[in-house]
């Protein structure tokens, strides 16, 4: 399969002022408290970073990196944590940052697996949700934008590990 075409669905302008809006609900809720980002690599390293920057609360910055096998455009739903937090988030105040929520796989397996680790709160933020796709059920705290049933590229997202440095969220036109 080869791209045919990009076409821009979201600008960089409209992506960073709804990531501010975010930050800014986000410090509301937090206030003073500290709170543990734990950004899901790669997909949503773009997103954590802008989001950080516009929270006012005291930020920790975690990475994890998760891959949920499958063929093409879709995951299987056997999720593996390839590169799990190099600390313990017992006691903290934790959101997760994804890119996308597509069937909700692989956001459902991760969230059970970090409930077992005892936060004091934990909570998801996601840049996009396809709600359409939802296979699995899972509780999204804060969504950027809900999109329809398209694949998309750009700010972290990629097609076969490409395209994820776009500015902007593109839609992808395939070649048969
Ligand atoms: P889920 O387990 O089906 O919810 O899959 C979520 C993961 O699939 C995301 O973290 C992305 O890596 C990938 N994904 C799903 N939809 C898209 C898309 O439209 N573009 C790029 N990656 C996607
Ligand atoms: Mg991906």
Do not use: H, W
Request: hydrophobic letters at 35%.
């Amino acid at each position: 399969m080869k791209i045919k075409n990009i076409s821009v669905y979201l600008t960089e302008e409209q992506v960073e002022k709804r990531i501010r809006e975010l930050g800014a609900e986000i410090s509301a809720v937090y206030g003073e408290e500290p709170v543990c980002l734990i950004c899901i690599l790669k997909g949503s390293a773009f997103f954590t970073c802008e989001l950080a920057k516009r929270i006012t609360s005291p930020v920790e910055l975690e990475f994890m990196s998760v891959s949920s096998y499958g063929a093409g455009t879709s995951s299987s739903g056997v999720v593996r944590i390839v590169n799990d937090l190099g600390t313990s988030i017992e006691g903290k105040n934790v959101i997760v940052i994804e890119d996308i929520i597509d069937s909700g796989r692989t956001l459902n397996y991760l969230l059970e697996n970090l409930k077992t680790r005892n936060p004091k709160s934990l909570r998801l933020c996601t840049l996009l949700d396809k709600p359409d796709r939802r296979v699995v059920r899972v509780d999204v705290d804060y969504v950027g934008f809900e999109i329809p049933d398209k694949f998309v590229v750009g700010y972290g997202l990629d097609y076969d590990q490409r395209y994820r440095n776009l500015p902007y969220i593109g839609f992808v036109e395939i070649e048969e």
